[in-house]
């Protein structure tokens, strides 16, 4: 027994040392006072003696420095070398472009919360509200989007006027060139209340004020270049587009064959020095209609007319539409959702080298300057849009299900539609904290490269699901197309936002880890760095401090996944409230689980795992829930813990928890070395599986929520477009919503008075009049009913057309399409 007692002390103390992160000599010193302490209580001197001899050959040579370096860190360094593979100049771009915020410390196993809710509560200032108030408005209530994507297959030319008078083109243009220059905040807001309204308007807006020309010359244009064409780009004298994509490049966008030669030519009358382009684009959104090109292509200076290099990479220039042999005006069809995009093509076009963004010096730096601008558009155009659509499915759905009756009760009361309205809630409530968590990070001035890529992924999959559901949930009615139809088009367009700007399966498959482990990771690029120390004392000093570091980074995650796993979580630190803390200690369990896997699988896999890609994507779905879930723990700090949001966060952050169960369970059963898996298997999942999706009660509760008004529902509507004017059903819908609650215990006397055999009338006004005769209802109730019935019948029905109409249509979409006029 004592012999037991002094062993568990032994293996406690250094635990607790390693779950606490000590340093290497504290660890020996308390593992060793501990072992002694113990061991003379217990009166075990043999098991003592062994112990601390069995500690002292493990950690005298960590602890002599010179030792440790010249015995154990020279010969990894140099392993390490010859397994470590090469990154190429395209992922060492990549990896240099963006920075670490706090996903960092979701990689940590241990993360910090106090950064996270120390971080200042996004906010719109006073102009950027007035802006929400005033053009976006106004701006929502002018869309007909029957008319956009069924009659005109574009904006009318009143939205265009208004959208480039009131600057939407220009919300990251500084003012000094005529710009708004909203924050990334007030830019996702305008985008979130556009796309409550029409998926092709708030696709037109946000193409400009993401990645493209503005960005770019904002950053690297040359002053003559800003000063031109800011201003016009600002208030849509100028149209721009970005061609990057092309039949042959699409997610490989670095294989770009479209190409540049450094030649003399003419322009304007006069010889040039130039580039004589060669490009064939296609998907270019805004292009049918540009004036401005952006174009990526391969730049050769066979020549060397500019210098010593023949093949100068990857390069970016602006060219005018104007510009002789630019082909461009023919539209594509995005799935009904007529924005403006088409084919760009030219041969033997010769530009001058002032097209070239940032002048000629800029040559061959456009992968660079692609990567770098990247993050801050991606966290927000896409993940904004989802939001927006995501936010009216709840208001549409919500209401639709509460109005809707079938087998004589409201929809929203059977058990199938209830768990399509709680997922609509839970989804929109995780994407709404996700797409608010990416744009405050570019407010802070972060470059956000892994949680752009988890927002772009999960903002458009959750919107996805989200579409999906509010279909089902509106049967005949969201199929049937017309002006009636506001869920549609809406559904029609998902796959769009799911393609675009790193289509999803590649986005998760590569990216989110891919670049994650190495980015947020706390040792490995430093390890990667370490390799290419020059002088070789100095990089032996480097990774020995560095691998040290990582090993006890791996072995404190160990133990802190098996303590967390077997205690489930409930001890440790937390933040939050009485309410959250469990939440945090959750996440602090399954950090410290993702840290050990994605170290083991670095470790054992090294750079297959590149390849490995259902791996990477299930450890980027950990890293992403737990973003997730602190961007919603975040939230509903910010808005200061409101009671009534508990059960939208609790549904989201149970999914989010039991996702991230499952990708962990995935990883360690594909793992492809068995014992290795065995191992991860015992200190990740000590008891097994635990976590569960969330209850159905819970989700009745979400169901409930978003089926009546209330300051949470409100809350999850935020910059939604819900005027109830002409042009916007659901707005409408929403207005009547208290009324028909409100109806719904009248109903129900009406319905009693109808069973019981006192209505005989067979219409409805002479029902009601005949149950305000007989006394079960009064007559405000009367005109209530008939006020909620009318209303509601209004919401049920559906279009249809003259076959004439219809074959107008067809005929429409066949026709060959024709070149469109710069608007
Ligand atoms: C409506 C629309 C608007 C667009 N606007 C623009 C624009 O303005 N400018 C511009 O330059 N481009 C634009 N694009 C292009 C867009 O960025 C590309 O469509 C996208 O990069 C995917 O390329 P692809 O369609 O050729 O698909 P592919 O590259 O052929 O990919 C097909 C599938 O394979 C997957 N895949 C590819 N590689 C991998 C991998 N290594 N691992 C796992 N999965 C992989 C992808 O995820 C995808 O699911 C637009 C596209 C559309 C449809």
Same mark, same amino acid.
């Given at each position: 027994?004592?012999?037991?007692?002094?062993?568990?002390? #032994?293996?406690?103390?250094?635990?607790?040392? $390693?779950?606490?992160?000590? @340093?290497?000599?504290?660890?020996?010193?308390?593992? #060793?006072?501990?072992?002694?302490?113990? %061991?003379?209580?217990?009166?075990?001197? &043999?098991?003592?003696? /062994?112990?601390?001899?069995?500690?002292?050959?493990?950690?005298?040579?960590?602890?002599?420095?010179?030792?440790?370096?010249?015995?154990?860190?020279?010969?990894?360094?140099?392993?390490?070398?010859?397994?470590?593979?090469?990154?190429?100049?395209?992922?060492?771009?990549?990896?240099?472009?963006?920075?670490?915020?706090?996903?960092?410390?979701?990689?940590?196993?241990?993360?910090?919360? @106090?950064?996270?809710?120390?971080?200042?509560?996004?906010?719109?200032?006073?102009?950027?509200?007035?802006?929400?108030?005033?053009?976006?408005?106004?701006?929502?209530?002018?869309?007909?989007?029957?008319?956009?994507? *069924?009659?005109?297959?574009?904006?009318?030319?009143?939205?265009?006027?208004?959208?480039?008078?009131?600057?939407?083109?220009?919300?990251?243009?500084?003012?000094?060139?005529?710009?708004?220059?909203?924050?990334?905040?007030?830019?996702?807001?305008?985008?979130?209340?556009?796309?409550?309204?029409?998926?092709?308007?708030?696709?037109?807006?946000?193409?400009?004020? @993401?990645?493209?020309?503005?960005?770019?010359?904002?950053?690297?244009?040359?002053?003559?270049?800003? =000063?031109?064409?800011?201003?016009?780009? #600002?208030?849509?004298?100028?149209?721009?587009?970005?061609?990057?994509?092309?039949?042959?490049?699409?997610? =490989?966008?670095?294989?770009?064959?479209?190409?540049? &030669?450094?030649?003399?030519?003419?322009?304007?009358?006069?010889?040039?020095?130039?580039?004589?382009?060669?490009?064939?684009?296609?998907?270019?959104?805004? $292009?049918?209609?540009?004036?401005?090109?952006?174009?990526?292509?391969?730049?050769?200076?066979?020549?060397?007319?500019?210098?010593?290099?023949?093949?100068? %990479?990857?390069?970016?220039?602006?060219?005018?539409?104007?510009?002789? +042999?630019?082909?461009?005006?023919?539209? *594509?069809?995005?799935?009904?959702?007529?924005?403006?995009?088409?084919?760009?093509?030219?041969? =033997?076009?010769?530009?001058?080298?002032?097209?070239?963004?940032?002048?000629?010096?800029?040559?061959?730096?456009?992968?660079?300057?692609?990567?770098?601008?990247?993050?801050?558009?991606?966290?927000?155009?896409?993940?904004?849009?989802?939001?927006?659509?995501?936010?009216?499915?709840?208001?549409?759905?919500?209401?639709?299900?509460?109005?809707?009756?079938?087998?004589?009760?409201?929809?929203?009361?059977?058990?199938?539609?209830?768990?399509?309205?709680?997922?609509?809630?839970?989804?929109?409530?995780?994407? #709404?904290?996700?797409?608010?968590?990416?744009?405050?990070?570019?407010?802070?001035?972060?470059?956000?490269?892994?949680?752009?890529?988890?927002?772009?992924?999960?903002?458009?999959? !959750?919107?996805?699901?989200?579409?999906?559901?509010?279909?089902?949930?509106?049967?005949?009615?969201?199929?049937?197309?017309?002006?009636?139809?506001?869920?549609?088009?809406?559904?029609?367009?998902?796959? &769009?936002?799911?393609?675009?700007?790193?289509?999803?399966?590649?986005?998760?498959?590569?990216?989110?880890?891919?670049?994650?482990?190495?980015?947020?990771?706390?040792?490995?690029?430093?390890?990667?760095?370490?390799?290419?120390?020059?002088?070789?004392?100095?990089?032996?000093?480097?990774?020995?401090?560095?691998?040290?570091?990582?090993?006890?980074?791996?072995?404190?995650?160990?133990?802190?996944?098996?303590?967390? +796993?077997?205690?489930?979580? @409930?001890?440790?630190?937390?933040? +939050?409230?009485?309410?959250?803390?469990?939440?945090?200690?959750?996440?602090?369990?399954?950090?410290?689980?993702?840290?050990?896997?994605?170290? /083991? $699988?670095?470790?054992?896999?090294?750079?297959?795992?590149? !390849?490995?890609?259902?791996?990477?994507?299930?450890?980027?779905?950990?890293?992403?829930?737990?973003?997730?879930?602190?961007?919603?723990?975040?939230?509903?700090?910010?808005?200061?813990?409101?009671?009534? =949001?508990?059960?939208?966060?609790?549904?989201?952050?149970?999914?989010?928890?039991?996702?991230?169960?499952?990708?962990?369970?995935?990883?360690?059963?594909?793992?492809?070395?068995?014992?290795?898996?065995?191992?991860?298997?015992?200190?990740?999942?000590?008891? %097994?599986?635990?976590?569960?999706?969330?209850?159905?009660?819970?989700?009745?509760?979400?169901?409930?929520?978003?089926?009546?008004?209330?300051?949470?529902?409100?809350?999850?509507?935020?910059?939604?477009?819900?005027?109830?004017?002409?042009?916007?059903?659901?707005?409408?819908?929403?207005?009547?919503?208290?009324?028909?609650?409100?109806?719904?215990?009248?109903?129900?006397?009406?319905?009693?008075?109808?069973?019981?055999?006192?209505?005989?009338?067979?219409?409805?006004?002479?029902?009601?009049?005949?149950?305000?005769? &007989?006394?079960?209802?009064?007559?405000?109730?009367?005109?209530?009913?008939?006020?909620?019935?009318? %209303?509601?019948?209004?919401?049920?029905? /559906?279009?249809?057309?003259?076959?004439?109409?219809?074959?107008?249509?067809?005929?429409?979409?066949?026709?060959?399409?024709?070149?469109?006029? $710069?608007?």
């Amino acid at each position: 027994m004592s012999v037991i007692l002094t062993i568990l002390a #032994a293996i406690i103390a250094s635990g607790a040392c $390693a779950y606490h992160r000590t @340093s290497l000599r504290t660890w020996a010193i308390a593992t #060793a006072v501990t072992t002694l302490v113990v %061991g003379l209580v217990a009166r075990a001197p &043999i098991t003592t003696v /062994v112990l601390l001899v069995i500690l002292g050959l493990v950690a005298v040579p960590l602890l002599l420095v010179d030792f440790r370096r010249a015995r154990i860190s020279a010969p990894l360094l140099k392993m390490f070398a010859k397994v470590t593979p090469k990154l190429s100049a395209t992922e060492q771009t990549a990896l240099e472009a963006g920075t670490v915020g706090f996903e960092g410390e979701l990689f940590s196993g241990k993360p910090e919360w @106090s950064q996270l809710l120390r971080q200042p509560k996004p906010e719109l200032s006073v102009e950027e509200q007035a802006f929400m108030d005033g053009p976006v408005e106004e701006l929502c209530a002018m869309i007909d989007d029957w008319q956009i994507t *069924h009659e005109l297959a574009d904006l009318p030319p009143n939205v265009w006027d208004f959208i480039k008078k009131n600057k939407f083109f220009g919300m990251i243009i500084p003012k000094r060139y005529g710009g708004l220059e909203f924050s990334a905040l007030a830019h996702s807001a305008v985008l979130q209340k556009l796309s409550s309204m029409s998926a092709t308007l708030s696709s037109t807006v946000a193409v400009p004020n @993401s990645l493209g020309p503005a960005e770019l010359l904002l950053h690297y244009g040359s002053d003559e270049q800003k =000063d031109h064409f800011l201003p016009r780009l #600002a208030d849509g004298r100028d149209i721009p587009c970005f061609a990057l994509t092309g039949p042959q490049a699409g997610s =490989d966008a670095t294989s770009i064959p479209d190409f540049g &030669i450094v030649t003399k030519g003419m322009h304007e009358g006069k010889e040039t020095l130039g580039i004589r382009l060669t490009f064939d684009k296609r998907y270019i959104t805004l $292009a049918p209609i540009a004036t401005v090109v952006g174009l990526a292509f391969r730049m050769y200076d066979p020549e060397h007319l500019l210098g010593e290099k023949e093949d100068l %990479g990857i390069t970016l220039a602006l060219l005018p539409r104007e510009t002789p +042999g630019l082909e461009i005006g023919r539209r *594509h069809f995005p799935l009904n959702i007529p924005f403006q995009n088409g084919p760009i093509h030219g041969k =033997d076009v010769f530009v001058p080298l002032s097209t070239l963004i940032g002048g000629p010096h800029m040559a061959g730096q456009g992968w660079r300057m692609l990567v770098e601008c990247l993050s801050v558009g991606r966290a927000i155009s896409l993940p904004s849009n989802a939001t927006g659509g995501s936010r009216m499915a709840v208001a549409a759905t919500g209401a639709y299900a509460r109005m809707r009756k079938q087998f004589g009760l409201a929809i929203a009361r059977f058990e199938g539609v209830e768990e399509a309205l709680a997922r609509i809630g839970g989804y929109t409530y995780a994407t #709404a904290a996700l797409s608010r968590a990416t744009a405050a990070a570019v407010d802070r001035g972060e470059k956000p490269a892994v949680p752009s890529a988890i927002a772009k992924y999960h903002a458009t999959e !959750f919107s996805r699901a989200v579409a999906s559901d509010a279909m089902d949930v509106h049967g005949g009615k969201g199929v049937i197309l017309g002006p009636k139809n506001y869920a549609g088009r809406a559904w029609q367009g998902v796959p &769009i936002a799911i393609t675009v700007e790193g289509a999803n399966i590649m986005t998760r498959s590569l990216m989110i880890f891919g670049q994650g482990a190495i980015r947020c990771h706390p040792y490995v690029l430093k390890e990667m760095q370490a390799l290419t120390i020059e002088d070789k004392r100095e990089q032996l000093r480097v990774f020995d401090r560095v691998l040290f570091g990582h090993i006890g980074f791996g072995f404190s995650n160990a133990v802190r996944s098996f303590v967390l +796993g077997l205690t489930f979580a @409930s001890i440790g630190e937390g933040a +939050g409230d009485a309410y959250t803390r469990r939440y945090y200690r959750k996440l602090n369990r399954y950090s410290a689980a993702l840290a050990l896997c994605a170290d /083991v $699988a670095m470790g054992v896999l090294g750079g297959k795992l590149k !390849f490995k890609e259902k791996l990477s994507a299930r450890l980027g779905d950990v890293l992403s829930y737990l973003y997730i879930a602190s961007a919603m723990l975040k939230q509903y700090e910010d808005n200061g813990r409101p009671e009534s =949001d508990r059960p939208m966060l609790a549904w989201a952050f149970h999914e989010c928890v039991w996702r991230m169960q499952m990708a962990l369970d995935g990883t360690i059963r594909n793992f492809p070395v068995r014992p290795v898996a065995w191992l991860l298997r015992a200190l990740v999942f000590p008891f %097994g599986r635990r976590e569960v999706p969330p209850s159905d009660r819970l989700g009745r509760r979400v169901a409930a929520l978003i089926t009546a008004p209330s300051e949470a529902r409100s809350r999850l509507l935020n910059w939604t477009y819900l005027t109830p004017g002409a042009n916007n059903t659901v707005g409408r819908m929403n207005a009547l919503l208290p009324d028909v609650i409100a109806a719904e215990p009248v109903e129900r006397k009406f319905i009693k008075a109808m069973k019981g055999g006192q209505l005989h009338s067979h219409d409805y006004d002479g029902q009601l009049a005949e149950a305000e005769r &007989i006394g079960a209802i009064n007559s405000a109730e009367r005109e209530l009913l008939k006020r909620v019935r009318e %209303g509601v019948n209004e919401f049920i029905a /559906v279009d249809d057309f003259d076959p004439s109409e219809l074959r107008s249509a067809v005929t429409r979409a066949d026709r060959k399409p024709t070149a469109v006029k $710069a608007a």
